[in-house]
């Protein structure tokens, strides 16, 4: 036991000698630079110059923003579809960062408007437009396109609305409307009319602006409650297309892109099948010559197949199909025929050009894998080229997909 307690006091010793000799060996280092008074004034006027040079460095500027989405914008103008699109949000993120920098850029607000137009985002576009028509001290050349601007921009709105309730019933174009739709396409028909009356009344031969009112009031047409107010708003719409089509006459031109400011008669639908176009009443039909569908094209339904399983080959709820080739209800997680599967109603929005040709294709209504396909066979759909009292003019009107498996 003795021999132990010896040991033990031993290895204490050691311990605090150990112990004593580090802290001697540390107090005989010298300081590092950066605990001198020196090195901190070095490294003081080290941040000090890092200061000063990020401040040289020149901050970005509204104008550069714009100078890089305008190249964004002319790179997309050039890619496909998919391309194209990606392209004009990154055009248009460079547009709203300018504008977060500078709210009163007149060319940030024009360029961010008809980028978001072109993205299909109206409500933004609208809102844009109008601030650059109210900068002040804004040209009225440049107020006059601002106004004639967010009309389009309304009219598009109203359009979707009102193509979404409209269907051909035996030979008729006939719309429902939940009163709260009509409502609202009134109230927005009202405001575009009324940014028509301030671009007109700066510049009152102002061809575009002229073909939008003239849309407008065809789709006050359509929302209106008795044939009466429906045939008043249809003189309207042609009197604003004749006065579009005496400022356009001799500049009319095909264009590979959809321009609404290019004389457009409103369709309404187009009937689906020959047969069917011979017993379509359309009021509009009687002002035209040609313009009717050369070549119709079906809409391909997804090669979308059912699971296969181990069951029963013969048994309904494997395939989803009876033996009569019915459509079976299946129970949940059986999924032969799930929802991407079933029969679907795309409609197509298209805007025909002068010379017959599809330049402008949009869904009003449809289902996510059916649309690609619609959109694909309604650019392929050709007409003959329309005129409206000898005069060329556009065809805008919807085509309904009936899709099948």
């Known amino acids: 036991m003795a021999q132990l307690q010896l040991i033990k006091g031993e290895s204490v010793k050691t311990c605090l000698v150990i112990a004593l000799s580090l802290a001697l060996l540390l107090l005989a280092l010298p300081l590092s630079s950066a605990q001198t008074p020196e090195g901190r004034m070095v490294s003081a006027r080290k941040k000090e110059e890092a200061a000063r040079s990020q401040e040289a460095r020149p901050a970005i500027t509204a104008d550069d923003l714009v100078a890089q989405g305008k190249q964004l914008y002319l790179t997309a103008s050039t890619g496909n579809e998919m391309a194209r699109a990606k392209g004009l949000r990154q055009a248009l993120a460079k547009f709203q960062a300018a504008l977060e920098l500078a709210p009163q850029h007149d060319e940030a607000l024009g360029l961010a408007a008809i980028t978001a137009y072109r993205l299909d985002n109206q409500p933004q576009a609208l809102e844009w ?30 359009h979707d609305l009102v193509a979404r309730h409209g269907e051909l019933r035996e030979g008729k174009l006939v719309f429902d409307f939940p009163q709260e739709a009509r409502l609202l396409a009134a109230e927005q028909i009202k405001r575009g009319l009324d940014y028509l009356a301030q671009t007109l009344a700066l510049i009152p031969d102002y061809p575009e602006a002229l073909n939008i009112k003239n849309l407008l009031h065809t789709e006050a047409a359509a929302i209106a409650e008795d044939e009466e107010a429906a045939a008043r708003e249809r003189q309207l719409a042609l009197a604003a297309l004749r006065a579009a089509v005496k400022h356009y006459s001799g500049k009319a031109q095909s264009r590979d892109e959809g321009d609404f400011g290019i004389p457009t008669l409103r369709i309404g639908e187009f009937a689906p099948t020959q047969a069917e176009e011979g017993e379509l009443e359309n009021p509009m039909l009687r002002l035209l010559e040609g313009g009717r569908p050369l070549k119709r094209v079906a809409a391909v339904f997804p090669s979308i197949r059912p699971p296969k399983t181990k069951s029963d080959p013969n048994d309904p709820s494997t395939t989803g199909l009876t033996a009569q080739g019915g459509a079976y209800s299946l129970g949940a997680g059986r999924g032969a025929l799930t929802a991407a599967y079933l029969p679907g109603v795309v409609k197509v929005e298209v805007l025909v050009s002068i010379t017959g040709k599809v330049v402008f294709a949009h869904v009003v209504e449809g289902r996510p894998d059916l649309n690609g396909a619609a959109i694909l066979a309604a650019k392929r759909w050709t007409f003959e080229p329309a005129r409206f009292e000898e005069h060329p003019v556009q065809l805008s009107g919807v085509i309904t997909f009936h899709m099948k498996p």
């Open 129 to 158: 437009f109008l601030q650059r028509a109210g900068l002040p001290e804004q040209k009225d050349s440049v107020k006059a396109f601002c106004y004639y601007r967010a009309a389009l921009s309304l009219w598009r709105l109203v």
